[in-house]
């Protein structure tokens, strides 16, 4: 990694300053002490957020914003093409990718690194929640606004960080590492990797980085992360699950309309083993109670008493966009999820049928990216078992260039066959607008 010195005189610029995570990093920075600015092309709750703590940011990319910048922080997203970028490089103004950054802002912290293809967000929130109840006072840098701090970073003056870790550009493994959580491994991000190999080979060098002094905690449920770890020659990790082999096992799980409770098996060599029953979290579905049993071992580990633990869970707010109920209507609920992936739509479905058996579900489902459909296509059909109905919305590019040769019509024949679904075709937001007001909210 780059070594940079930098002082509160330098002038930083974010460019894509409205994704979650520069945000998030923006904002730590400024309450730091560091002049900060940015620019995106988006006004969304993001840029209003840092406008909000006086951070000044400009709606267009211009070689202009860049007056008097000594170093430019740059969001995966952004493209060599960017005419910050191009300008930047002709002025040889230093340039660093996000994670890049936020190592060296975090460098002097003991710092928990949550990653993973699914679930970190959540992780790193419950993890922050645990700490923060323990009053340790942590630096928070989430992919996901929690809901307890109306937002999704904190400057913290206590010792430790909680990172969110984004592994889709690779620079994950520019993080310093005290203690991590490794969630899973899946098909994610091949634009930037190639191929599922090298995804895998980066997770299994992050989870090497893991010193001798801290420890990485591994969901073992997954079957990615079984291969990886065999080959991995750092073995300072401890394991959770439901598998009976885990470090961390969970059993007698219980979900209800809105929360789950679970009992824990511990076996961790350095303690004497022990068993925690009747685990509250006010989150639903299995995939969040392995989220839970991450935090519970990690926090627990550290020296953070059970009951405080215990009673974090049991308080935990929530995050937007993750299984957010955003209005009841007639007798339905509408839920927000930011679910993009096959697995992690299933997943949350599923959740929601296993809280729910009695309800009829719909989707709404907006695909995220014309490179991920392209790749994935066969596995979204799949992911739609659990719902009664689908409303199937157009691509949104986030960038992308259109692909001229996506056909709606035959993606919402493939979903139907291959879920035994119901399909709905949507145009555009006004058919949907019709939709609810003819179906749902009369």
Request: hydrophobic share 35%; glycine share 6%; aromatic share 10%.
């Amino acid at each position: 990694m780059k070594k940079i010195k930098i002082g509160l005189k330098e002038k930083i610029h974010f460019i894509g300053i409205g994704g979650i995570g520069m945000s998030g990093l923006a904002q730590v920075m400024q309450r730091m002490g560091f002049n900060i600015q940015g620019s995106d092309l988006s006004n969304n709750k993001n840029v209003e957020r840092c406008k909000k703590i006086k951070i000044k940011v400009f709606s267009k990319h211009a070689k202009k914003n860049l007056k008097d910048v000594t170093i430019i922080v740059k969001s995966s997203a952004i493209k060599n093409s960017n005419p910050e970028i191009i300008a930047a490089k002709k002025r040889k103004i230093k340039i660093f990718k996000r994670a890049e950054m936020l190592g060296h802002v975090v460098s002097l912290k003991k710092n928990i690194v949550v990653t993973g293809s699914h679930g970190k967000t959540t992780t790193t929130s419950l993890i922050a929640k645990i700490l923060s109840e323990a009053k340790l006072d942590p630096t928070i840098v989430n992919g996901g606004v929690v809901n307890s701090l109306g937002g999704n970073a904190k400057l913290g003056k206590g010792d430790w960080s909680v990172l969110e870790a984004d592994e889709s550009d690779g620079s994950f493994l520019n993080l310093p590492i005290n203690f991590s959580v490794v969630t899973n491994v899946d098909q994610e991000h091949l634009d930037y990797y190639k191929n599922f190999n090298n995804l895998k080979k980066s997770f299994e060098n992050f989870i090497n980085k893991t010193p001798p002094f801290g420890k990485s905690f591994i969901c073992i449920d997954d079957n990615e992360i079984k291969k990886i770890i065999l080959k991995s020659k750092n073995k300072n990790f401890l394991t959770y699950g439901f598998n009976k082999n885990s470090n961390y096992q969970i059993y007698n799980t219980f979900y209800k309309k809105n929360y789950s409770i679970f009992d824990l098996k511990i076996s961790n060599p350095l303690f004497k083993k022990k068993t925690i029953k009747r685990i509250k979290v006010n989150l639903i579905g299995s995939y969040n109670i392995l989220n839970s049993v991450a935090a519970i071992a990690l926090c627990s580990y550290i020296g953070v008493d059970l009951k405080i633990i215990k009673k974090s869970l049991g308080e935990f707010a929530g995050i937007q966009r993750r299984m957010t109920k955003v209005s009841n209507i007639n007798g339905n609920d509408f839920f927000d999820d930011y679910a993009h992936h096959p697995t992690e739509i299933n997943s949350v479905l599923e959740s929601l049928k296993k809280a729910n058996p009695d309800k009829k579900i719909i989707s709404i489902f907006q695909p995220h990216r014309y490179s991920r459909l392209k790749l994935l296509k066969k596995e979204f059909s799949h992911s739609f078992k659990f719902s009664e109905k689908l409303l199937l919305c157009p691509v949104y590019s986030a960038g992308e260039k259109i692909n001229k040769s996506y056909n709606q019509e035959k993606f919402a024949k493939l979903i139907a066959k291959n879920s035994n679904v119901q399909v709905v075709i949507i145009k555009e937001q006004a058919d949907l607008n019709k939709y609810f007001k003819k179906k749902l909210v009369k």
